[in-house]
């Protein structure tokens, strides 16, 4: 059982806005800022969204992050087939001192 | 441009003690300007955060394997290491050394290793 909550599938077709909800509570969403990973089939994790809701550089501006209150969502507009993959959240839990990751979710594009 | 590599046995037998190492090219380890963690992902899984250091220590531990669960940091060698004692079949993981974005484990992973697979099994 994860502390952060995400569901754990989502889909969209392609061209389509897809997004992901990401629920935790006021030890860690709530007190502190939200990442978010994307993991391609077969790959390493990389990180999408830092800091609720900044890009790192090279992601595209399709993929955008924001929070309110104890949840946060990641948003993607354009749906492209290589948009394919397991995305998890993550942030600080101040109650555990450490990251905590949600449980993921397989989005498909359709 | 800065890489992560892990390396590790790939196979432990159980009730013995993990280690692995990721080494830092590209880029120094005490720059002093990031933390650097260990995630895990068993098969089919998600991913768990074991625990992140500084180069100068000051590690943080996942709670749930705080007990097993060593990290250290060599700065002469440009690594830092996990130790995990009296491994079990559930540690049996995908293993991926990172750097945090910025000198605090609360930050964001923004470079990962590729994964060092390590499986538990006498």
């Known amino acids: 059982q994860s502390v952060l909550t995400l569901p754990p599938s989502a889909s969209g077709t392609p061209g389509q806005r897809v997004t992901i909800s990401c629920s935790g509570s006021?030890?860690?969403?709530?007190?502190?800022?939200v990442n978010w990973y994307q993991q391609l089939p077969g790959t390493a994790p990389k990180l999408l969204i830092y800091?609720?809701?900044q890009r790192p550089s090279g992601v595209p501006d399709r993929f955008s992050g924001s929070k309110s209150g104890t949840s946060a969502s990641l948003a993607i507009s354009g749906l492209q087939s290589e948009d394919e993959a397991d995305y998890y959240c993550a942030t600080w839990d101040d109650s555990l001192n450490g990251v905590v990751f949600g449980g993921g979710t397989k989005l498909t594009v359709l | 441009q800065l890489q992560l590599q892990e390396s590790g046995p790939g196979l432990v037998k159980p009730s013995e003690t993990l280690s692995l190492t990721c080494t830092v090219s590209g880029g120094s380890i005490n720059s002093g300007s990031y933390y650097w963690g260990w995630i895990r992902q068993p098969p089919g899984k998600g991913l768990e955060w074991i625990g992140s250091i500084y180069y100068s220590g000051s590690p943080y531990y996942n709670p749930s394997l705080n007990s097993r669960v060593t990290i250290s940091v060599d700065t002469s060698k440009n690594q830092f290491s996990l130790k995990l004692t009296s491994v079990t079949a559930a540690d049996t993981a995908v293993y991926y050394c990172?750097?945090?974005?910025?000198?605090?484990?609360?930050?964001?992973?923004?470079?990962w290793g590729l994964g060092t697979r390590l499986t538990v099994s006498s």
């Open positions: 990172a750097r945090h974005i910025v000198a605090t484990p609360r930050g964001g992973l923004d470079i």
């Open positions: 800091n609720n809701n």
């Open positions: 006021s030890s860690n969403i709530g007190g502190n800022t």
